[in-house]
């Protein structure tokens, strides 16, 4: 019998969810009382910082808290962007024109494309990458032109390889430094050259800066530190990563004024804004002391150095991270990402993220997630010892 109802064209072109099996397997082996180590979740398992949760709490209770935000955000929500930016990055902002709060920063992220993409306007995503690129353009109508992201290039992609109709018709490029999947960081003539590709050619640059704060060497740039950038930059933050946020939901974005105004355009159409007591947590993380930042960072230097060892004696080829809380780790010849990952799991009883989960170009990688404490990656670690492929 014919369904009453069908999926829109745009929902049918999402792409199939690639881990079912891979759910379905671990589900089996949980059954079967293994103990799975999941490495797969991007999902800080550390706490919110006690004066963040004790800030909301106290916001709670006001009722002025308790009505519609506006949809921009609070100005001494925005002002504590405008500092945070100055404080870390020296990048000053218009807390008034250059700040919008976000629902996290995958909302915005989201919304971008229905602001800016025309039907069958392409998007320039990277691949590998955050599925939400090509998703959110789909929903668009748009066209995501997926740009590889090189292993000899350090993971960027290049942009001479994109094809002359394609950029004619690009309305946003996506970029992600430090990057998901890879962990790769990039320098400054790279952003440079994207900056300046994407002016020539009126392309928005959308770059995704989720993981900016949790680095081991050098901080990563924020791509507004760069001359020029305002004129085509909009950069997606989070408090997710750097302060053990991701259920609380808030972010923003930051940089060019028709980006942000488009964007803020769909908000206010689709969304109601951001909690005004979560926005006056998110101020309290902000302006606090850039201790948190620095003691997660030791914990994942801690998770990231037991790790990497531990799969280079197995015998695996890993690129040892400068940044993020992710492993970026080779298969071995012969194994197909999907194919590494069910052995890794059944053999050894470890999950980890198969690279084709974030396109094409991730064929060949699995991703190890750092968000499991030490004793837990030293059982990984014993495990691998033993293992064979
Ligand atoms: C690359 C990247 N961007 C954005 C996000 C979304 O973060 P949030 O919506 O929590 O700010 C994530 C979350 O995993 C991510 O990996």
Redesign the pocket.
């Known amino acids: 019998m014919a369904e009453r109802f069908e999926f829109s064209e745009r929902l049918n072109a999402m792409p199939p969810y690639l881990f079912a099996e891979i759910d379905r397997m671990k589900a089996e082996k949980i059954k079967e009382g293994v103990d799975v180590i999941d490495f797969g979740v ?2 800080p398992d550390l706490p919110t910082p006690d004066h963040i949760v004790n800030a909301l709490c106290e916001s709670a209770r006001k009722e002025e808290n308790q009505k519609y935000p506006s949809y921009e955000g609070m100005l001494s929500f925005r002002e504590a962007v405008a500092e945070y930016y100055m404080r870390r990055k020296g990048v000053k902002l218009d807390p008034e024109k250059e700040v919008v709060s ?1 629902i ?4 915005g ?1 989201a919304h971008l494309p229905l602001a800016f993409v025309n039907r069958g306007d392409y998007t320039l995503v990277p691949d590998p990458g ?1 599925p ?1 690129y090509h998703g959110a353009t789909l929903l668009a109508d748009g066209k995501p032109y997926h740009m590889i992201l090189e292993e000899e290039r350090g993971f960027t992609p290049d942009f001479d390889k994109i094809p002359e109709d394609v950029v004619r018709n690009a309305k946003i490029m996506f970029l ?1 430094y430090p ?2 999947p890879t962990s790769a960081v990039c320098d400054k003539e790279f952003i440079k050259s994207a900056i300046d590709f994407c002016y020539d050619n009126n392309i928005i640059l959308a770059h ?1 800066a ?2 900016t704060d949790i680095y081991f060497e050098e901080r990563p740039l924020s791509f507004l530190e760069i001359d020029s950038a305002f004129d085509v930059v909009v950069e ?1 933050n ?4 750097t302060y053990n946020m ?1 259920g609380w ?3 923003f974005a930051v940089g060019n004024e028709t980006a942000l105004q488009g964007l803020l355009k769909v908000k206010t159409n689709v969304d109601s804004g951001v909690f005004q007591a979560v926005q006056e947590a998110g101020i309290a993380a902000l302006l606090g002391s850039d201790d948190v930042i620095e003691r997660n960072n030791e914990i994942y230097r801690e998770r990231r150095d037991k790790l990497v060892n531990g799969l280079e004696k197995a015998g695996l080829k890993v690129f040892v991270p400068k940044a993020t809380f992710y492993v970026w780790c080779k298969v071995p010849d012969g194994y197909g990402s999907m194919d590494f990952a069910k052995k890794l799991l059944n053999d050894a009883g470890i999950l980890v993220t198969p690279g084709i989960g974030f396109g094409e170009g991730g064929e060949g990688f699995v991703r190890f997630a750092l968000t499991r404490n030490v004793s837990v990656i030293e059982k990984a670690v014993e495990r691998l010892e033993g293992f064979e492929f």
């Open positions: 991007g999902d976000l996290g920063s995958k909302e992220i955050y939400v992600n990057n998901n995704d989720a993981y997606f989070s408090l997710s990563k991701t939901r808030i972010g």
